[in-house]
């Protein structure tokens, strides 16, 4: 097994289905609206503060400054933020158990706000199982700054040509490529089980 590639996974996109609309559809009367809210006040270049490490009550605090008209609904951002998870992608799960029965190591490397990455411990337990994940808003580094592959390989001990990282984010996975990682942009599990079992991976086919 030690030439196996060692599976580096994101998890937003990847694991579990994430979109703030989702929230924002409860938040006004129309699409228009709440795509306008996401567009303009709780961004997504907003959201990439807190998978920077921003704390999400300081964060939510300074956009309520800017637009106090909207304090109930950028609140609502951090008070009802499980709001924004749509279904767990049951396919990926599936396939990183299967590496796991195979006793393959599996870690991961997410864009996520240290506080909410916490509070879904409980809640998604595929998480326990991983043999270590690098959260975003623990380094101050978000993807797809190469530092932050850096900062995975050198804590784990691995090459970064012996590992796949795989993401749904096409820039994201540029950049590990540029690293010296196999990567893998994440489309939908079947696809992805073709991928890993062509790269080697122990998996059965389906």
Known sequence: MTDTLVPVFDLGGVFVDWNPMYLFRKLFESEDDALWFHQNICTLDWNLEFDAGEIYSEGVAKLITRFPKYWREIQAFDLRWKETLGEFIQGTIDIHDELIEQEVPTFAITNFSWEKWVSCLGEWPFLEKFDGVIVSGLEGLVKPDPRLYRVFCERYGLA?????????????????????????????????????????LPLKAK
């Not at 749904?168 to 540029?174: A, G, K, L, R």
């Not at 942009?185 to 790269?199: G, Q, S, T």
């Open 160 to 200: 970064p040509e012996s590992c796949v990282f795989i993401d749904d984010s096409e820039p994201n996975i540029t950049s590990a490529r540029k690293f010296g990682m196999h990567g893998i942009h994440f489309k939908d599990p079947v696809m992805l089980r073709k991928e890993l079992i062509a790269l080697g």
